[in-house]
């Protein structure tokens, strides 16, 4: 059974920090791309950061260029993948999820939600000023 397990949210004033960790398990074969989306209270989701784990080539939502860090967690670790959040404001609070695609293609642009098939809970991420 195909889990995604996300975890490190919590509550941080504005201009901190929060990293986030997400693990993919239960998947026989291999993972191509792994992102972070968000979803603030009465809007749509939308992408945050992705990764491509074949060459880690990564894409970032304009809003969070330069503050926002998606890494993979290490060879040993080749379905684990951070978000490292710095610089954080009141805009930054939503939940965050964790998605997976599984194969060597996407079907679909880095950061739309339909282009990844495997998705884990959430996790809450709050920024008071």
């Known amino acids: 059974q195909v889990q995604v397990r996300e975890s490190g949210g919590g509550s941080v004033l504005a201009g901190g920090s929060l990293k986030l960790s997400c693990t993919a398990s239960?998947?026989?074969?291999?993972?191509?791309?792994m992102a972070w989306f968000r979803q603030a209270p009465g809007k749509e989701r939308e992408g945050v950061a992705a990764i491509y784990l074949g060459n880690l080539n990564t894409r970032y939502a304009d809003s969070v260029k330069g503050r926002f860090t998606i890494s993979r967690a290490g060879a040993e670790a080749e379905h684990s993948v951070f978000l490292q959040m710095d610089s954080l404001n009141a805009d930054d609070t939503a939940m965050y999820f964790c998605?997976?695609?599984?194969?060597?293609?996407?079907?679909?642009?880095?950061?739309?939600?339909?282009?990844?098939?495997?998705w884990g809970q959430g996790t809450q991420v709050t920024v008071s000023s």
């Open positions: 998605a997976a695609q599984p194969g060597i293609t996407l079907g679909g642009v880095m950061l739309a939600p339909g282009s990844y098939k495997y």
């Open positions: 239960g998947i026989s074969g291999s993972l191509s791309y």
